[in-house]
């Protein structure tokens, strides 16, 4: 009977966890800038064009201070919005965390279009140092709320590739590889 307990409670906490996922940790790893420090350089860009969902996340970084833009795009009428998922680990308190942190990227796109008709992602810029970035592509509502995500991550690659006529506003010239 005790064993009929405790897998029952296990199995409570995992259905219970899964809509956590998105935002697992209360703390918030981010703050919002107008450009990116000048101290970063492009660093390359995790992207994807699932089921009707394109997610590219560029990113600037500095040792292990980074900082994102990107854009979101819905391609495919079929009743879904398109929004996108980051994971990564934090350096906090003398040590890598040693578990993942889920953010959802802030904003989505619900026009269909091409993959860079879509929403800019604005800037934003790590309050701790970070390591293991990826992201993945999530179907969301109209709301921005994930719905769900591809099974893929995307990690962040080295890159030394350009990345222009994105539809990045111009006043992120390190997006654009410049």
Same mark, same amino acid.
């Given at each position: ?18 809509? =956590? ?14 450009? &990116?420090?000048a ?49 990564? /680990? ?7 965390a ?14 269909? =279009? =091409? ?6 992602? =604005? ?5 701790? &140092? ?19 995500? /591809? ?18 506003p111009?006043?992120? &010239? ?5």
């Open positions: 009977m005790r064993r009929i307990l405790f897998a029952f409670i296990a199995a409570m906490g995992l259905v219970l966890g899964l809509p =956590g996922a998105a935002s697992a940790h209360s703390t918030d790893d981010w703050y919002t800038a107008d450009k &990116p420090p101290d970063h350089t492009f660093a390359g860009c995790t992207l994807s064009h699932v089921s009707g969902v394109y997610q590219e996340l560029c990113w600037g970084r500095n040792g292990n201070w980074f900082s994102m833009d990107g854009l979101i795009s819905d391609t495919v009428t079929d009743g879904y919005c398109a929004t996108a998922q980051l994971r990564y /680990e934090i350096y906090e308190n003398g040590a890598w040693g578990h993942w942190h889920y953010r959802k990227v802030p904003g989505h796109d619900c026009t269909t =279009g =091409g993959p860079y008709d879509g929403v800019f992602v =604005g800037e934003f810029v790590s309050k701790y &140092p970070i390591r293991n970035i990826s992201s993945r592509a999530c179907h969301a509502d109209s709301n921005g709320a994930i719905i769900h995500c /591809e099974s893929n991550w995307h990690a962040l690659a080295q890159s030394t590739a350009r990345h222009e006529d994105h539809g990045r111009m006043e992120h &010239p390190w997006v654009n590889g410049e």
